[in-house]
């Protein structure tokens, strides 16, 4: 199989970011967005998704967050959609539970081609230090946009608002492994009825 890796850099007024990804990769990361508890989650990505991640954006954080995330969430959606490529041989759907504490999140993943969100998180604090919750929901936004795929999440239950967002990061980390997996039965084809993706 080739290699299913991929690098895209994005600038616009508001940021300036660089992505590379490995799909088949073992979990390394190295991040510089200048926002500590994004990268935590995005370091859950890669952790549990076995996906190399390295992210770098210089975003306009003198205003706020909103951009650097969503921008970082846009970008990371293209590398995700360059490296899996025409999308033959993969599994294509993926899902994961994951508990943290009290807190519960499933998340799951169809790469169809059609993007689409619903994501059903209850926060119970708008902020976790300084970081505002809200903006998670710009990031999932502009991966799915981009990445062209349909994604659920939904946090069954949890009463610590950084336990609901990590359980959901690690739950979508482990979505993605299962889907971009490369399916030995289905080698060479794409796993649709439709004959593409």
Do not use: W
Request: with cysteine.
């Amino acid at each position: 199989m080739a290699e299913r890796t991929a690098c895209v850099e994005r600038n616009t007024l508001e940021t300036r970011i660089k992505v590379s990804v490995n799909l088949d990769g073992t979990g390394k990361t190295r991040f510089a967005t200048g926002v500590p508890f994004f990268e935590h989650m995005l370091d859950q990505i890669a952790r549990h998704g076995l996906i190399d991640l390295d992210i770098e954006c210089q975003g306009d954080l003198h205003i706020d967050d909103h951009h650097t995330v969503e921008d970082v969430g846009i970008t990371l959606g293209q590398a995700f959609a360059r490296a899996i490529g025409d999308k033959k041989g993969i599994v294509r759907y993926g899902h994961s539970y994951v508990p943290l504490d009290e807190a519960l999140s499933r998340v799951v993943v169809d790469f169809s081609g059609r993007p689409g969100l619903s994501m059903q998180v209850p926060y119970t604090r708008a902020r976790v230090g300084s970081f505002d919750v809200d903006l998670f929901q710009e990031f999932f936004q502009g991966f799915v946009n981009h990445a062209q795929v349909t994604l659920h999440i939904d946090n069954l239950r949890g009463s610590n608002t950084h336990h609901q967002i990590e359980t959901v990061f690690k739950a979508f980390g482990r979505a993605l492994r299962m889907a971009v997996e490369p399916d030995p039965r289905m080698v060479g084809q794409t796993p649709s009825t439709k004959g593409c993706l």
